[in-house]
């Protein structure tokens, strides 16, 4: 699950990481409330206006109605609104969006960290995720801050550095010394770094991320360290534990198929293929996927339904399947081991009658419990239905429905 910057940065706070204070504000009548309440906790006198959207370059990107870009300075109150009104309500197109864009529904206003001084400041990148091939978390850090991270490792990969942590012992000391050190930091900037390399570990830990970014960590005028920026994935399959951070889930920022599929409990995952894939089991899934590559076709979606597959869901399947223009068949492949093979061919016939008017081909394949049963029904359901047994009358059927 995304998090919008604001959001990452409550969590880094509350784990002792120093950040750049905002305010978020959600209409043009807050603007001005905002903005004085965040001068009177910070003394800020200018402000950073920062589009909320769930995507990367913001700074780079441009809202198609007015030419503003998705991060802004104020230099004063009195341009404030100004500069929210060329952001708030608009669409934001950077190089992580289509040419749409996002509409920003959200944006920051954020203390100007770089005052009084701007020319002794520094910015750093920073990172936290895990090494899937050793299974360790690392650090990847870099004095390049602000800039496209792929850029400095395409161009100066000696830039990067990274420190790997055992999550059986957790980050120590000399690790965190060792970070400021390769920055170049000394005094008491160095001492500000220990600690805030520190916090944002068990920040990571805490909440069960699955990354966090900050870029840039700056150290500004008077050496002390903060997060100006934070992009924070939390683990979805963590979230039962984390209740508060389930809460600031914005779906408006995902795609209305995913959050349809969540909202039934299906495991879906959209991809760029023709064929619709209904399963149960991830394994089976993949499968299934091999299956309708090896018939010539490519899979246009993982979709696993779970261990129960009755009309309902089946239904809910169906439906966001056919979402999909690019869908010209869907193969389902059930084993019932769980669920008997015979109310999950009720179910398919059921789902297929309440939606009506299916004008792709859809092969069911079911084996387990009472599958000869369920064979029977599928062929006598009168409807766009084909059975198959084996594997490879289902891989001949797509070949022939669906990719022929």
Same mark, same amino acid.
């Given at each position: ?37 965040? &001068? ?21 990107? %441009? ?10 300075? &104020? ?21 992580? %969006?289509? $040419? ?11 203390? /100007? ?29 870099? %004095? ?105 889930? /914005? ?31 991830? $394994? ?19 979709? !696993? ?18 979402? /999909? ?43 387990? %419990? ?16 084909? &059975?198959?047994?084996?594997?490879? !009358? ?11």
């Amino acid at each position: 699950m995304n998090l919008h910057e604001y959001q990452g940065k409550e969590i880094l706070k509350s784990y002792g990481v120093p950040i750049q204070e905002g305010i978020v504000v959600d209409n043009l009548d807050n603007v001005e409330s905002a903005a004085k309440e965040l &001068s009177a906790n910070t003394g800020t006198e200018w402000y950073v206006v920062k589009a909320q959207i769930h995507a990367g370059g913001r700074g780079k990107g %441009t809202c198609e109605e007015t030419g503003s870009n998705g991060v802004v300075i &104020s230099k004063g109150l009195g341009e404030l609104k100004g500069k929210v009104d060329g952001i708030l309500g608009k669409h934001l197109v950077t190089l992580q %969006t289509n $040419g749409v864009g996002k509409k920003v529904n959200k944006v920051l206003i954020a203390e /100007d960290v770089y005052a009084p001084d701007f020319d002794k400041c520094e910015e750093y990148y920073m990172s936290v995720l895990l090494n899937r091939e050793t299974g360790r978390n690392v650090i990847m850090y870099s %004095t390049e801050g602000g800039m496209d991270i792929e850029k400095v490792a395409e161009e100066t990969p000696h830039l990067i550095f990274k420190e790997e942590i055992d999550p059986k012992v957790g980050i120590q000391g000399f690790q965190c010394r060792k970070i400021a050190f390769n920055l170049g930091l000394s005094g008491t900037a160095f001492k500000n770094m220990t600690k805030f390399v520190a916090n944002l570990y068990k920040a990571y830990e805490g909440c069960d991320a699955s990354m966090f970014e900050i870029n840039p960590v700056l150290k500004d005028c008077e050496d002390r360290i903060k997060a100006v920026d934070a992009k924070v994935t939390l683990d979805d399959n963590a979230l039962f534990r984390h209740p508060e951070y389930e809460a600031m889930r /914005d779906t408006s920022e995902e795609n209305p198929i995913d959050v349809e599929a969540k909202e039934a409990g299906l495991n879906y995952v959209k991809l760029d293929g023709n064929v619709g894939c209904m399963v149960n089991g991830a $394994g089976l899934a993949m499968s299934t996927m091999d299956i309708i590559k090896l018939s010539g076709g490519e899979p246009a979606n993982f979709l !696993d339904v779970g261990g129960t597959a009755d009309a309902d869901r089946v239904a809910k399947a169906f439906n966001i399947i056919l979402k /999909d223009e690019n869908v010209k068949g869907i193969l389902v492949n059930i084993f019932g081991g769980i669920v008997r093979c015979d109310r999950v061919a009720n179910g398919v016939v059921q789902a297929y009658k309440s939606i009506g008017n299916i004008q792709v081909p859809i092969i069911v394949r079911l084996q387990g %419990t009472n599958a000869v049963e369920a064979k029977e029904i599928i062929d006598n359901s009168g409807l766009n239905v084909f &059975s198959a047994i084996t594997l490879q !009358d289902a891989a001949d059927r797509v070949k022939d429905l669906i990719v022929n």
